[in-house]
């Protein structure tokens, strides 16, 4: 299993990125998916998550309304779509899938919302 996470960067407040994490190693279609975020000092939350069934969604309230999950199954990727970005949003983000038993995440990749 693979998983690789790109997109990060510096935005400012109030703007917009899309994170990919591409897949590997796996059947992407049959598996849901999680995006979680780190912030420095702080432990590993989740952001939201892409079921296997049906590709629903759902979300931590603190980026209901602002962040958009999507999957490509043709693409084995999973997209992260946020927008309206807050300086609180600043964390390094993972993709992660867990399979047989076993959470697998990728490197993680900075976003840092900041004027």
């Known amino acids: 299993v693979q998983l690789v996470e790109s997109g990060g960067g510096l935005v400012q407040p109030g703007g917009s990125l899309r994170l990919s994490c591409a897949a590997s190693g796996f059947t992407f279609s049959s598996y849901g998916m999680s995006w979680y975020r780190q912030a420095p000092g702080k432990e590993r939350e989740l952001v939201g998550g892409l079921t296997s069934a049906g590709r629903n969604t759902n979300y931590a309230a603190s980026v209901k309304g602002r962040f958009t999950i999507s999957g490509d199954n043709a693409k084995n990727t999973v997209y992260l779509q946020m927008n309206s970005l807050k300086p609180e949003d600043t964390a390094v983000y993972f993709c992660?899938?867990?399979?047989?038993?076993?959470?697998?995440w990728g490197q993680g990749t900075q976003v840092t919302v900041s004027s």
């Open positions: 992660g899938v867990r399979r047989l038993g076993v959470a697998y």
